[in-house]
C-alpha cells in the first residue's frame, strides 16, 4: 500500500512538472537550451578581414579559427598542430612532426604540404611582418613526407618556438582558401583547423561562429558564438543587463567595453560573474621621441609626465585595485625583466624642477603654459575613443601635468587609427601596452626597432644605434648569461630615457553568465579558449 501511495505522488509530481514546461516554466526551459549552445560577446569593432597573414582582423576571433605549430602554456612549449619536434644540435634546423587526421574546416588535410604553402605565403610579405623576427631569421621550409616538414634558419634565434606559437602571421589556412596560391593580396575564405569555424559575417553588425564538430581536439560544448558589434560603455551595460549579449572581456588592444563599477553592479545581480587573468602586460603612454617640433622629443619632459602620474591613485580609483600600479616597462615576473632599475617616484615637485632645469619656464608665479625659446609646453596625448579607463586616465593625467606648467590636447581616436599614427610617427603621447606574457620581453623588445611599431620612440634617444645593436645581439644570443646583460643594458636605456611610461599591469578581464564553466586563459592577452567553455 505504501508503495502504491509513492508511485501516485511520483506521478502527480511528473504531471505538475510537464505542465510547468508547457506554460511558464517552458520559456525558462527553452532559454537554458539555448545558452547551452551560444556565447553572445560584445566588441567594440567588427572582426573585420579574418586573414591570419595579415593584421586587421580581431585576434579573438582569429585565435578559434586558426592554430599554430605549437601552444605557449605557463609550463612551456607544447604540441599543438605539430605533436612533436627536433632541433638540430647547431640550432638551425627545427623538423616538426604533425599531427595525423587533422582537417581544415573546408574538409581539406592539413599536412606538410599545407604547412609549406602557408609558411612561403608569409614569407613572400615579409615586409608586413618586420616586428617579427622570425620572418627574417627563416631559410626555407622543406617537405620530408607528409606528416614532417622541416624549417631552416638562417643563424640561431632562440625565441623561434615562441614566435611560432602566437596566433599570428604563422598559423595555417586551407590552400582553397589561398587566392592564385597567395594570401597577401586577400584569401577567398577563412578555413583554419581550430575549434569553431566563421558561418556568417555582417559588417559592424555581427560574426557567428559554429563549433567545429570534427575538431581534432573534440567538439566544443558551446556550439555558437556571436560577436556583436556595441559600443563601450553604457551600451554595452544596458545590452548585458538585458541579455542581448552574455559576455564581455578585454579585447586585443587593451578596451574596456565597461568600467570596474559597472562590472561590480553586474556581479552584484547575481546574473553575471567577473574572472580576471594574472597580471599580463603593462599598459603605458609612448612617447615620440623623434619628433622634434615637438617638446616630448626631449627627456626632461617625458621624466616629467612621469614623475606627475600617480599610479597608486589610478590603480585605486580607475581599476578598483584590479590593476596594479607599474613602476617599470616590463613586470618583474617577465623573462629577463628583473634587472634592478631605478625608480621613479610621483613627485610633482620634482617634475616641475626638472622642467625648469631644462629651460622650460614660466613667465610669472603661477602662470598657466611653460615656455622655451617662445614655444609653448604643450602636446597631444591619443587616447582609445572606445576605453573607458584611457579617456579618464588622460583626463586625470591632463589635470596634473597643468600643475607643474604642461598643457595636454586629448585626442580620442579609434584604435586602428592610434596604431596607424604609431607607424607613422604622427603623435606626440598615445597609449599603448606591452605585447603580454606570451610575447615579452622579446616581441616588444623586437618592435624598439620595428619600423611599424615602436621605431619613433626609440629613434630620436642619443643611444637609438647601440639600442638596436643589442636587440639584434640578444636574439641570436646562445648563452643564457649573455642574453641576460644584453636584456638588462636593453631595458636600462629605454627606462633611463623614459620613451615608454608605465601606468599599471593589466590583466584579461571577463564578464560571463553565473553558470559559465572553464573560464581560463592562455599566455597571451589576445584570445580566450572558448572551447574549454561550457553551461552547468
Known sequence: MKTSK?????????????LAGCTGGSNKNTGAEKLSRELVYATAKDINDMNPHLYTGS????????????????EGIKPLLAESWDISEDGKVYTFHLRKNVKFHDGEPFNADA???????????????????????????????????????????????????????????????????????????????GPYKLVEHVTDQYARFAANEDYWGGAPQVKTITAKVLPSGETTLLALQKGEVNFAFTDDRGTDSIDVEAMKRLADSGKYKIVRSEPMNTKMIVANSSNTASPVSEKAVREAIWQSIDRELISRSIFNGTESPAETLFASN?????????????????????????????????????????????MKLYYDVNSSSQKTEAELLQSV??????????????????????????????????????????????????????????????????????????????????????????????????????????????????????????????????????FK
Not at 501516485?8 to 510537464?18: K, R
Open 401 to 534: 601635468v597643468q600643475n607643474i606648467g604642461m598643457k595636454l590636447e586629448l585626442v580620442g581616436e579609434e584604435s586602428p587609427a592610434i596604431a596607424n599614427r604609431r607607424a607613422k610617427g604622427d603623435y606626440d603621447l598615445l597609449f599603448n601596452q606591452t605585447w603580454g606574457l606570451a610575447y615579452d620581453p622579446q616581441s616588444t623588445v623586437t618592435a624598439f626597432a620595428a619600423g611599424s611599431s615602436y621605431r619613433f620612440s626609440t629613434s630620436g634617444i642619443p643611444q637609438a644605434e647601440e639600442l638596436y645593436r643589442k636587440i639584434n645581439e640578444v636574439m641570436v644570443s646562445t648563452n643564457e648569461e649573455t642574453r641576460k646583460a644584453r636584456y638588462k643594458d636593453i631595458l636600462t636605456i629605454v627606462h633611463d630615457e623614459a620613451v615608454f611610461i608605465p601606468l599599471t599591469n593589466g590583466s584579461v578581464t571577463v564578464v560571463a553568465p553565473a553558470d559559465l564553466q572553464g573560464i581560463s586563459f592562455k599566455q597571451t592577452q589576445y584570445e580566450l579558449p572558448f572551447e574549454k567553455m561550457s
Open 334 to 378: 617577465v623573462n629577463y625583466a628583473d634587472v634592478g632599475l631605478k625608480k621613479r617616484d610621483y613627485n610633482p615637485d620634482a617634475a616641475a624642477k626638472l622642467l625648469e632645469q631644462a629651460g622650460w619656464t614660466n613667465s610669472g608665479a603661477g602662470a598657466g603654459v611653460r615656455t622655451k625659446n617662445g614655444r609653448p609646453l604643450s
Open 59 to 74: 585576434m579573438a576571433a582569429q585565435g578559434i579559427l586558426y592554430e599554430s605549430l605549437v601552444e605557449n602554456t605557463k
Open 115 to 193: 604547412v609549406k604553402l602557408n609558411v612561403e605565403a608569409v614569407q613572400r610579405n615579409a615586409a608586413k611582418h618586420a616586428w617579427i623576427k622570425l620572418s627574417a631569421m627563416l631559410d626555407s621550409v622543406t617537405v620530408i613526407d607528409e606528416h614532417t616538414v622541416q624549417l631552416k634558419l638562417k643563424e640561431i634565434y632562440y625565441p623561434t618556438l615562441l614566435e611560432l606559437s602566437m596566433t599570428r602571421p604563422f598559423v595555417f589556412l586551407s590552400p582553397k582558401s589561398f587566392l592564385n596560391g597567395e594570401t597577401k593580396d586577400g584569401v577567398a575564405g577563412y578555413s583554419g583547423t
Open 6 to 18: 509513492a508511485a501516485v505522488l511520483l506521478a502527480s509530481l511528473l504531471v505538475i512538472v510537464l
